[in-house]
C-alpha cells in the first residue's frame, strides 16, 4: 500500500480535479433529498489498518439511502447463513433499475439480488427480530458497529420518505404474496424506510467499507463485527448490482465492488487493503452520483488498485 501521504494527495487531487464537475440532477421522488446543496462534495480514504484520509465536505452528513443495504445484507448473512440469504433472496444482478417490478415478474417474483430495493426489503424481513423496534434497533446496529455510533437516523428524512414510499410498499406485497417477504410485509418496508434515512459523513462511510476491506474487523474500533467468511458475498453482491445498470460499466473501467446511494453516496472497497467513499449529491440517470464516481474512480486508478 502506498505510504499515507501519497494517499492525501490522491485524494485531494480527486476532489481538485472533479469535486464541481457539471451534469446529473439531484434525486428528487425524496423531497428532502430535492433540497440538499448540489455543490457539497468529499472524498475520504479509511484502509483496512485504519488510517483515514478526507477532502472536500467529508464532515457534511448526508442519506445513506441504498448504500444501507450492504449493511442489511450483513446482518442477513450473520444471522442466516449465505446459503440461506442465496436460496431466499438471491445473488444475481437484475439488469434492471433498483426498484423495478418487471425485475420481480422476470423471475418469479424472486428479488435476486439484496442490494435493489426488493432484495432489501426480503433482507430487513429475514433478520432475526422478534418486533419491529427489534428489527429496527439491530439493523441500526449493525450500521454503526460497521460504520461509527454517530451514525443516527433523521426524523424529517424518515417522515419524507415515508410518506412517499407507496412505491416501494407496493414491491413489498407483490414479495408477500409470492413468499419472499419473512416478516409483515409494511413492517418490512417500514424499517427498510427507516434504515435509508440515515445520516453519515463520507469518513464513516469509507469506515464500513474498510470493515468489509479488513475482513469485518471495524479498523477504528477494533470489533470484530462480522465472519470473515461473510466479506467476499457482500462484496460479491456489490460487484453484481451494487452500481445498479452501470455495476457492468464499474467493474469495466474500476475493477472493485462498489456501492452507491441516492442521497450521492459512493462506496467502493479494495479487498484486504482500504475502502474509497465519495460524496456530492447529483446523480446520474442510473442514480449513481456523477462526481462520486468520478472522484471514486480516480482515487482507485492512481493507487494502482484493479481487481481484474
Ligand atoms: O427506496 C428508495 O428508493 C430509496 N430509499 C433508496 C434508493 C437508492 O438509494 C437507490 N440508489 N442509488
Redesign the pocket.
Known sequence: MPDIDKIQSVVDSAYAQFSKTPGGANAD??PFLANIPSNLAAVAVVTAKGQSVAAGDAQYRFAI??ISKVCTLALALEDMGRQAVQEKIGASPTGLP??SVMALELHGDKPLSPLV?AGAMASASFVKAGSVEERWQRILGMQRRLGSKEIAMSDELNQS?QTT?FH?RGIAWLLYSAGYMYCDPMEACDV??RQ?STLLNTVELATIGATIAARGRNPITGEQVLKPENCPCIMAEMTMEGM?DSSGDWAYNVGLPGK????GGILTIVPGVMAIAAFSPP?DKV??SVRGQKMAAFVAQELGYNLY
Open positions: 421522488y425524496i439511502e441504498s433498483f426498484n430495493n420518505e414510499n416501494n427498510y424506510t435509508c445498479y452507491s446511494g441516492v442521497g446523480l442514480g449513481n
